[in-house]
């Protein structure tokens, strides 16, 4: 299953912020060691660690789309901003499983 960055902001009730095209992702990922070719790449802010700062190691592997609370400069893949990226990853996690007869 494919979700377009298009799909993704109206999922999560956000405005496109870039001519993204045909951009898709096939997978989500939290950990920038785990990162698949396609996948929509989550910063999360934890206790030891802020996924924001992974996010060009993420996109070099293969990352095509961010989800992100802030802007992540010199990285250049659609992202979409969002309060609370823990809460938008649930919200589409629900929207994907709607998605199939799973």
Same mark, same amino acid.
């Given at each position: 299953?494919?979700?377009?960055?298009?799909?993704?902001?109206? @999922?999560?009730? /956000?405005?496109?912020?870039?001519?993204? &095209?045909?951009? +898709?992702?096939? %997978?989500?990922?939290?950990? +920038?060691?785990?990162?698949?070719? &396609?996948?929509?790449?989550?910063? /999360?802010?934890?206790?030891?660690?802020? &996924?924001?700062? =992974?996010?060009?190691?993420?996109?070099? #592997? &293969?990352?095509? /789309?961010?989800? %992100?609370?802030?802007? @992540?400069?010199?990285?250049?893949?659609? #992202?979409?901003?969002?309060?609370?990226?823990?809460?938008?990853?649930?919200?589409?996690?629900? =929207?994907?499983?709607?998605?199939?007869?799973?």
């Amino acid at each position: 299953m494919q979700i377009s960055y298009h799909e993704l902001c109206t @999922v999560l009730e /956000i405005p496109c912020t870039c001519d993204a &095209g045909d951009t +898709s992702v096939t %997978c989500a990922c939290y950990d +920038s060691r785990m990162v698949q070719e &396609g996948a929509l790449f989550v910063c /999360i802010r934890g206790e030891n660690a802020d &996924g924001h700062a =992974y996010a060009a190691e993420a996109v070099a #592997k &293969g990352a095509r /789309i961010l989800l %992100c609370e802030q802007d @992540v400069a010199g990285v250049d893949v659609p #992202k979409c901003l969002v309060k609370n990226s823990v809460q938008a990853l649930g919200k589409l996690a629900a =929207y994907w499983r709607s998605k199939t007869r799973a």
